[in-house]
């Protein structure tokens, strides 16, 4: 999911796929250290797209203000 995709959301989405990318962030890295992941760079990718979400979330909040 791209930014431009992300910025489409309502909030109550956002925060709904948030923790949904959480959640699946969290059974990545126990899976990872389990048995090693084919890619290993999907770690990094959930990452990113966690940080995302928040950078979208925050500015809406800042522009409330």
Excluded at 4 to 28: H, P, S, T, W
Aim: cysteine-free; charged content about 35%.
């Amino acid at each position: 999911m791209k930014i431009g995709e992300i910025r489409e959301l309502n909030d109550k989405e956002l925060l709904e796929r948030l923790d949904a990318e959480v959640a699946r962030y969290d059974q990545m890295k126990i899976n990872h250290s389990i048995s090693p992941l084919d890619s290993p760079a999907q770690i990094k990718q959930q990452r990113r797209m966690i940080a995302r979400i928040k950078t979208v979330l925050r500015q809406r909040e800042l522009n409330q203000q």
